[in-house]
């Protein structure tokens, strides 16, 4: 057995996780995420009193469509940064598309609307507290999905950091509808895109620490080498003298 054919066959056993078991992964961390975060949202703000008329209005599922349609295209790239060497290229059109879709919205209705309207559309009655909590009930998705994620092998851990974020804020966003009053399509487009991008922020500073693999585990793979190569030497030797095939 040659050293080379030796090396590619230890090698032919590291492969990448298949999408569809990071897929299952990340289904079971968004829904114990997602459940984290109803429970949160029941216990400290309750489902809107009105919610049976909200769920009768176009606007409302504008709404939660935009939210989720972000949460997917989250997910969408979570799985490919979990992934060495997959392409993203897809991922900022995909991430872009709801926000883009949701601004014109928002321009179209504020065009529209009368004068002393439009400051309402934008700020509504809670734009203050809107963004800080949805934040707040990202929290249990994002611990999921971060934990998640540092089983797998994201190679750009800031990078992969933000779209985790992304992806937490996303649901938490899609629970917080069931809670939140307003539906002026600005509001939505900005003070939700707020809330969403400030878990986005922490997975950039935390993706560094949490998500790249683990120093001891580089220092193996850089400095210790040569002592690898000795290995598989003393290996292919030993083959030889106990007059097994080594060519």
């Known amino acids: 057995m040659k050293t080379e054919d030796l090396i590619t066959m230890l090698a032919a056993g590291a492969g990448a996780v298949e999408t569809p078991a990071a897929a299952q992964r990340y289904a079971l961390a968004i829904g114990w995420g997602a459940a984290g975060a109803t429970l949160l949202m029941l216990a400290l703000l309750q489902v ?19 939210v989720v349609c972000l949460a997917a295209a989250s997910l969408f790239a979570v799985l490919r940064l979990s992934r060495p060497g997959a392409k993203i290229h897809w991922v900022p059109v995909a991430l872009g598309l709801p926000v883009l879709g949701m601004w014109a919205i928002a321009a179209f209705t504020r065009i529209e609307a009368e004068p002393m309207e439009r400051s ?35 190679t750009r851990p800031r990078l992969a950091g ?14 917080y509808c069931l809670h939140c009053p307003e539906l002026g399509a600005p ?21 560094n ?4 693999w683990q120093p001891f585990r ?3 793979l850089d400095l210790n080498v040569p002592f690898t190569l000795t290995a598989i030497n003393t290996l292919q030797n030993s083959l030889c003298f106990r007059n097994l095939p080594c060519h």
Do not use: E, N, Q
């Open 48 to 66: 809107r009193h009105d919610i049976g008329h909200a769920l009768l209005l176009p606007m409302f599922w504008v709404k939660v469509g935009f």
């Open 209 to 212: 620490s949490m998500l790249r």
């Open 187 to 207: 509001f939505i487009g900005f003070w939700y895109l707020l809330g969403i991008l400030i878990p986005a922020a922490g997975g950039v500073l935390l993706g």
């Open 162 to 175: 933000f779209a985790a974020g992304l992806l937490a804020g996303s649901v938490a966003a899609v629970v």
């Open 218 to 220: 580089s220092k193996t």
């Open 120 to 154: 309402k559309l934008l700020f509504g009655d809670t734009w203050k507290s809107c963004p800080l909590l949805i934040a707040m009930l990202s929290v249990p998705v994002f611990a999921t999905v971060l934990r998640s994620m540092s089983d797998l092998a994201p």
